[in-house]
């Protein structure tokens, strides 16, 4: 691929200077565009080491507005970023709506320098290209434009030049020995190469390679492509058919095919006081001593609890952190979401709050609202929701190839029992704070939250991440076996190391 | 102070058992109302080691909503934090309104352990607690309930306690050399301790000494301090006057004496097109030098950018900006406050994007803002812009002390400068983008603002952090004055590296 790329590509003096000046106002409008239409942009520059890519990138910039831009230079991982997943720092730096960020280097530094280093091993490598393109295919399917430039020149030229910055001591410290390495392995850097060009050149975060001979080349190219690109996206959004959200309507009685995983849940399980309260003490002391051992073992570990109104999440999940030492766990409660969190991609909300190694998240609430709630309600669109549970299956999936262990609830009630709390709730006035009119609305959509439950459970439940249902018309028998089972899955985690 | 306590202080099984589950319940009303009434809280726990400061945290905990707490266990400082002030990771896991903060060791981690290991200077330690009476004061005037508690017990106990927690396998991990170390140290830090308690006990962030001797009474004694705490706040809260804020009115003729330092801007100050050019073009190079060695000097710098509108705030910092590498700075632009940045102290926002080591943070509207249109537009309250003064210059100072360079622009133009730009803009119409009704509302203003620019300008222009006001009917004037200011600032800094 590289090979028929004749890098060697100059336009003159003369050229560049009629042309330049009015690509630079272009490339302003654009931005002005794309902040008014509240579209982000991501645009990520790679090169070979002295293919002229910090000048690229600071020349660039001088036609944007610096108000609208952040530059992101993404190299080795800091101490608290290696203790996340590892797209977790990008998924920090995502550009909100209307913004750019510009990475200078960016996720290919793990499947370019990382793995020619030996830093990561092949197959580490492997899974890194399937993480990039979910990463990439989520986030241009939640509307962010992304554009890749490769810049290139070949080995000799690239020698050439570090000759050059070599001379001169203002510049003599950028060559490093890690150049150098590049230019001796320059072989085996292309085959790397080719192959990240050839596997990742998707339609809707394309590579452009660009011929890096010439900065004034190089600019032109450049600035001619990312302008092409606004506007091609601009246009489509003002063609599509602007997207409609709608509340799920009833769903017919033949919608769901009886019985339902939900149907079979035995709802009669119980425990009686005595022996809740002997299983919750020794529960209780073997989630201390788990929760330290998976801090000495460093494994993250996320819980998430779903389920029906007045259910019992909250109950459940005291229960469950009375056991913990607090400084190891943290709790997210997921609300609507703040302005910030609106202006970004919907898992980027659970991005923020994944636990590092050695540290639990318990959400309560969490990304399955896109897939209850806001299908229900209407908050986002058909397409959407569609999407997310692969959107989902995948974030599970690379929180999970971390190392983390995930454990997710559904709490499980019958109808009946629901109406009997809302009724506790609404009589007792110590606990009338915890019904709300909104508790009333939810409860006459029980038809379409079970249809969308059903779906979720379905579609969710993976190997790597199942579902665990729990039986809670009796809160106690709920509890006992929530606490049971994040304790069976951490130890089973420890035992694996 | 402390040898005057009976650490030694014990309660019946008895009486806890009546007592402890009744204040478990007080403790979480208490959390429930201040979550309703939006008070923000936090709680410290300091005390020696093995005191029994984890097992406390760890039960006073339980009687809590998890969804409502966060446990932040500090010590030694990761890379990303040593290169910011020593508060800032404070700043960054403060509570917002309703939320409770617990902090296991805290800001005086600073001035305990690594003022007696040794890693700060006599000197740094003294500037520290200055810094922590500023930091508390400034919280608690923002509506934050501050409590902190020591844990006491004496030398001979500790022994006791490490030898008991040495003795069993599943403990031993626990007691550290540094643990020893502060048991030979005893006197040493009990004169450390007393110097914090006498220096930092006041009236809105008190201290409590407890006498830690045994588990139930420390937590009998925590618990009722902290609701007695609460509930004394949510009452003053209910019986204080409600604070209103109203816009400035149009202040009286003789409010201002003149010629204030406005008035003595010399505005015919200009420079030609040929000037600007020659000199810009030296300063863009000087700038880009520069950065890289105040980069290589590990020195952040903060430039702040205000003015009238239509002053030239924008095209100053493009100007600026272009002669930088952007992988050095970010630009922030201030707007109105996103949801969650309402929700923390005002200059949270301003913390979360100071520079680190080596870098450059350009704020298009800054901090300043809660004395120029919060203050005139009655966007906060007398008090509350009043206070801003002090805090604000503590800010800078805090920022300085780190070796931060601060920059601080006023942008002047004259009335019918801004009229004549004004109606430019609304008659180009690549240009009408720039023009706003609020820009003219604001202009009707032009005396309020005035007012507040004086105010803001005599009070907060200090030795360490000095204003410059830019003459800026002159754009181009104004242009390069801004950056040689930078230049020499930036320059005048690494000279004294």
Request: hydrophobic share 40%; aromatic share 12%.
């Amino acid at each position: 691929m590289l090979e028929l790329i004749d890098w060697n590509q100059r336009i003159s003096r003369k050229d560049y200077d009629l042309w330049y000046p009015q690509l630079e106002i272009e490339l302003g409008n654009c931005q002005r565009a794309a902040r008014k239409a509240g579209l982000p942009m991501i645009w990520v520059f790679e090169g070979w080491h002295a293919a002229g890519k910090g000048l690229l990138i600071n020349r660039l910039t001088q036609a944007l507005d610096p108000r609208g831009f952040r530059v992101h230079l993404m190299t080795v991982p800091t101490a608290e970023e290696a203790r996340r997943p590892w797209l977790w720092r990008y998924w920090m730096n995502l550009p909100s709506a209307g913004e750019i960020a510009i990475f200078d280097h960016s996720w290919y530094y793990r499947v370019l320098e990382e793995r020619l280093r030996g830093d990561i091993s092949d197959e580490e490598a492997a899974r890194a290209y399937g993480d990039i393109l979910e990463f990439e295919r989520q986030l241009t399917a939640g509307g962010v434009l992304i554009h890749k430039f490769w810049l290139h020149v070949d080995a000799k030229e690239q020698r050439k030049r570090f000759r050059a910055l070599q001379k001169d001591p203002a510049t003599a410290w950028k060559v490093t020995k890690g150049y150098w390495r590049q230019n001796r392995d320059y072989d085996r850097w292309v085959q790397a190469v080719e192959e990240t060009l050839a596997r990742t050149n998707t339609a809707d975060a394309p590579w452009t390679i660009v011929e890096a001979a010439q900065g004034k080349f190089t600019r032109v190219k450049v600035i001619r492509t990312l302008t092409q690109r606004v506007r091609d996206a601009l246009a489509a959004r003002d063609d599509a058919r602007p997207m409609t959200a709608a509340p799920m309507p009833v769903p017919d009685a033949n919608t769901l095919v009886h019985p339902t995983v939900l149907d079979r849940v035995d709802l009669t399980l119980s425990l009686t006081r005595d022996a809740y309260e002997k299983k919750l003490k020794r529960l209780r002391s073997r989630l201390y001593d788990l929760e330290h051992l998976a801090y000495l073992a460093k494994i993250p570990i996320v819980i998430a609890y779903e389920g029906w109104d007045a259910a019992g999440k909250g109950g459940n999940i005291k229960r469950l952190t009375r056991g913990l030492d607090p400084r190891g766990y943290q709790v997210v409660p997921i609300g609507p979401p703040t302005d910030e969190e609106r202006r970004h991609h919907y898992l980027w909300r659970f991005w923020r709050h994944i636990p590092k190694t050695g540290h639990i998240t318990i959400f309560d609430r969490s990304w399955y609202g896109r897939v209850l709630v806001e299908r229900v309600e209407g908050f986002c669109t058909e397409r959407e929701w569609k999407r997310a549970f692969s959107e989902i299956n995948e974030f599970e999936h690379q929180l999970v190839d971390f190392g983390t262990v995930i454990v997710k609830f559904w709490l499980h009630i019958d109808q009946d029992e629901q109406l009997r709390r809302f009724q506790d709730r609404a009589n007792t006035p110590s606990k009338q704070w915890k019904i709300t009119d909104e508790d009333w609305r939810n409860r006459e959509k029980w038809a379409q939250y079970e249809l969308a439950v059903v779906d979720m459970l379905e579609r969710t439940s993976t190997i790597y991440a199942p579902w665990t249902i729990l039986e809670a018309n009796c809160k106690l028998y709920a509890r006992i076996k929530s606490l049971q089972t994040v304790a069976d899955a951490m130890q089973a985690a420890i035992n694996q190391r």
